[in-house]
């Protein structure tokens, strides 16, 4: 019993697209091959080697090649898709970032106490932060790439706002985990003088002294993710 190649999944793909799996399709292999981005040479021998392999029936006249996926063809895709689906139900519903923690400059005290955002963040995340973020330097590249997919999400907007004299920038909000126990809100700022190496974090309490930490401390954030 011979299983079906990476290689062929494409083609199978299609030719269910065009009622394969019911009816003898008639196709071309120059058009197969537009269709899976592949020369029509490959297409061809694709078909060849499902046919061998009894994933599908073929009938051929002249030029014109008419093809029928098999039980066999239809069930080797049906598990395909079981796998799949299984994959996408169960992977990790969170990103995991793991750092230092460091001082900051001493601004988000001043920020987190600004009546235009603590009115807000006491609207949409449900608590006014305490006065001061807690700072995680990112050691390593692939957490450094991998907190950049927060700057397309949504999360939880905190509107800018003008005190008449300045303009201050938004915020955005997303629930986290600090250590796996301690609930608290990564936030991105449109206005920032950190890089991609550096988060903060808020929380209704002191992190530093909620969760023991002094600079130098390991620390890991876990943020919850959909889609």
């Known amino acids: 019993m011979s299983e079906l190649k990476i290689q062929h999944i494409l083609t199978l793909s299609y030719l269910l697209s065009k009622g394969a ?3 003898y399709v008639t196709i071309t292999t120059s058009s197969l091959g537009k269709s899976i981005k592949k020369s029509q040479q490959a ?5 060849l080697e499902l046919e061998q392999n009894q994933f599908i029936d073929r009938i051929i006249s002249g030029r014109n090649i008419s093809v029928k996926i098999t039980s066999k063809g ?7 898709s079981a796998i799949l689906q299984k994959s996408l139900d169960s992977f990790p519903s969170n990103v995991e970032l793991k750092g230092t923690l460091v001082s900051g400059m001493g601004e988000g005290a001043y920020y987190m106490g600004l009546k235009g955002y ?25 957490h450094q790439e991998a907190i950049k997919q927060f700057e397309t999400l949504d999360g ?53 002294k909620t969760a023991k930490l002094k600079d130098g401390s390991k620390v890991s954030v876990k943020i919850p993710v959909t889609g």
């Open 21 to 23: 799996k019911h009816n």
């Open 43 to 47: 297409a061809s021998k694709h078909l």
């Open 156 to 208: 939880i907007k905190i509107k800018s706002f003008s005190d008449g004299k300045r303009t201050y920038g938004w915020v955005k909000c997303f629930p986290a985990k600090l250590n796996n126990s301690i609930k608290c809100d990564l936030i991105l700022l449109e206005r920032t003088h950190h890089d991609n190496s550096v988060v903060e974090l808020i929380s209704k309490t002191c992190l530093r």
């Open 74 to 80: 239809f069930s080797e895709m049906v598990k395909l």
């Open 118 to 142: 603590t009115k807000q963040f006491k609207s949409k995340i449900g608590y006014v932060p305490f006065p001061g973020t807690l700072n995680v330097r990112l050691d390593q590249k692939i």
